[in-house]
């Protein structure tokens, strides 16, 4: 293999999605590629490692078959996934990995830790890497991020209020579902068998605005092309973090005409503040069309800090997004005009970059009657002449961040703040 490095591909999907079945098919058919595998379980048994080794003529005395178990490797596990893949490249016996991970694991996390080592700022080294010194990702790179989709289960799944236990951490599967999604090079869209062809078209126009780069693969048990998620030299860890659909629109909005599968967005903005109690009570009740929401929004009381909304599925949660520029020191508002020319287009003379700008997609949405929903939770002339703090409000409250040097945020997704939801 001389100078070359190991291609590693994450597998992800949601629990019974089949990624197992996979990851069997691709071993089967890799032909003359020695492939090696690790497979993370957050059982104390590892059982999808059990079924690998069955079902195939990997074995894990051979030590092409690595198990981590009791623990999910976008979290807890880590290290002992950089401990795992260095020794598994060390010797560069094998010509890739393929790293079946967590029905409940959240790819970027882990496209982080292969992309990044130790390197990262939360990370603490493992023993073995105080002790060796050896860099874990010498020998291998990140080469396909994939994402396995239940076509039978997916819109059930969009639409569950089921929640996922991450060993404490409680995670709604649609919105899993939807951060598996938009985080991938190459879409497989699995048990088309079970499902009928004007079904698939919908899904796939779904997951097509949801995640515009990545190549959508239909299969049936698992059956895929070898080609199509090994050595593909797909992943490009910036372009994958900041490629989902919501932020594709956010940068480049448009009023979609209505498409030929009834999946369509708009972009909401606005430049006056929500009322707390009305904008809470439409999340609370947020219409079943909307398939993603996301963007940044102004809460009447809150003039210091914008927030953020995350819709996926029925999942929906608030977050801060980070304080206004006008709150910033005259100096430091001059560095952001010369950083962001754009912003002294929109600024307001009273209140600065203070606004509502939000992303919606869906199916079959009635774009009219959903933005007349959200201009009807925005003041009123009167409200807005009116005590803002004396208006109830039920949303979380959220300190500022404390920002360090060494703070390493690729995605305002996972800037390490408490996500709450306040519409469970």
């Given at each position: 293999?001389?100078?070359?490095?190991?291609?590693?591909?994450?597998?992800?999907?949601?629990?019974?999605?089949?990624?197992?079945?996979?990851?069997?098919?691709?071993?089967?058919?890799?032909?003359?590629?020695?492939?090696?595998?690790?497979?993370?379980?957050?059982?104390?048994?590892?059982?999808?490692?059990?079924?690998?080794?069955?079902?195939?003529?990997?074995?894990?005395?051979?030590?092409?078959?690595?198990?981590?178990?009791?623990?999910?490797?976008?979290?807890?596990?880590?290290?002992?996934?950089?401990?795992?893949?260095?020794?598994?490249?060390?010797?560069?016996?094998?010509?890739?990995?393929?790293?079946?991970?967590?029905?409940?694991?959240?790819?970027?996390?882990?496209?982080?830790?292969?992309?990044?080592?130790?390197?990262?700022?939360?990370?603490?080294?493992?023993?073995?890497?105080?002790?060796?010194?050896?860099?874990?990702?010498?020998?291998?790179?990140?080469?396909?991020?994939?994402?396995?989709?239940?076509?039978?289960?997916?819109?059930?799944?969009?639409?569950?209020?089921?929640?996922?236990?991450?060993?404490?951490?409680?995670?709604?599967?649609?919105?899993?579902?939807?951060?598996?999604?938009?985080?991938?090079?190459?879409?497989?869209?699995?048990?088309?068998?079970?499902?009928?062809?004007?079904?698939?078209?919908?899904?796939?126009?779904?997951?097509?605005?949801?995640?515009?780069?990545?190549?959508?693969?239909?299969?049936?048990?698992?059956?895929?092309?070898?080609?199509?998620?090994?050595?593909?030299?797909?992943?490009?860890?910036?372009?994958?973090?900041?490629?989902?659909?919501?932020?594709?629109?956010?940068?480049?909005?448009?009023?979609?005409?209505?498409?030929?599968?009834?999946?369509?967005?708009?972009?909401?903005?606005?430049?006056?503040?929500?009322?707390?109690?009305?904008?809470?009570?439409?999340?609370?009740?947020?219409?079943?069309?909307?398939?993603?929401?996301?963007?940044?929004?102004?809460?009447?009381?809150?003039?210091?800090?914008?927030?953020?909304?995350?819709?996926?599925?029925?999942?929906?949660?608030?977050?801060?997004?980070?304080?206004?520029?006008?709150?910033?020191?005259?100096?430091?508002?001059?560095?952001?005009?010369?950083?962001?020319?754009?912003?002294?287009?929109?600024?307001?003379?009273?209140?600065?970059?203070?606004?509502?700008?939000?992303?919606?997609?869906?199916?079959?949405?009635?774009?009219?009657?959903?933005?007349?929903?959200?201009?009807l939770c925005l003041l009123t002339d009167e409200e807005m002449d009116a005590d803002w703090d004396a208006f109830d409000d039920r949303f979380p409250t959220f300190e500022p961040p404390e920002e360090t040097d060494e703070d390493v945020t690729e995605d305002p997704e996972?800037?390490?703040?408490?996500?709450?939801?306040?519409?469970?």
């Open positions: 293999m001389g100078e070359q490095t190991i291609p590693v591909t994450v597998l992800s999907g949601t629990l019974g999605a089949g990624k197992t079945t996979t990851l069997n098919h691709v071993l089967r058919e890799s032909d003359d590629r020695d492939l090696a595998v690790l497979v993370n379980d957050m059982g104390e048994v590892n059982v999808d490692a059990d079924l690998v080794a069955e079902s195939s003529d990997i074995a894990d005395e051979d030590e092409e078959l690595v198990e981590l178990s009791n623990g999910c490797i976008c979290c807890e596990l880590r290290g002992d996934l950089l401990d795992a893949i260095g020794g598994l490249t060390r010797d560069q016996e094998f010509d890739a990995i393929v790293v079946e991970s967590t029905g409940v694991a959240e790819p970027l996390p882990v496209a982080q830790t292969l992309t990044l080592g130790f390197d990262q700022s939360d990370l603490d080294p493992t023993e073995f890497y105080e002790e060796t010194g050896i860099e874990p990702l010498e020998n291998c790179h990140l080469d396909t991020t994939v994402t396995v989709v239940d076509a039978h289960q997916f819109d059930e799944a969009m639409q569950s209020d089921e929640i996922l236990d991450d060993d404490g951490t409680k995670k709604h599967l649609g919105d899993l579902l939807v951060e598996q999604v938009e985080f991938c090079d190459v879409l497989l869209l699995n048990k088309c068998d079970l499902v009928d062809d004007a079904t698939l078209d919908e899904i796939e126009a779904t997951l097509e605005m949801l995640q515009p780069r990545a190549e959508i693969v239909r299969t049936t048990h698992g059956r895929v092309d070898v080609d199509e998620i090994i050595d593909t030299d797909r992943f490009d860890f910036e372009e994958a973090s900041r490629s989902a659909g919501w932020m594709q629109e956010l940068q480049e909005p448009h009023q979609s005409a209505e498409e030929e599968h009834g999946v369509t967005s708009f972009v909401f903005e606005a430049r006056r503040p929500f009322h707390p109690e009305r904008f809470a009570e439409l999340l609370d009740a947020f219409p079943e069309p909307v398939v993603r929401s996301k963007g940044h929004f102004w809460l009447a009381g809150r003039e210091e800090m914008a927030l953020m909304v995350n819709v996926a599925g029925q999942s929906i949660r608030v977050a801060p997004a980070g304080n206004w520029i006008a709150t910033l020191p005259p100096e430091e508002r001059e560095d952001q005009f010369e950083a962001y020319p754009e912003l002294e287009e929109t600024w307001d003379d009273e209140w600065g970059d203070r606004g509502t700008k939000l992303v919606v997609i869906g199916t079959e949405m009635d774009h009219e009657s959903i933005r007349e929903r959200l201009e996972h800037d390490g703040q408490e996500e709450i939801g306040i519409a469970d």
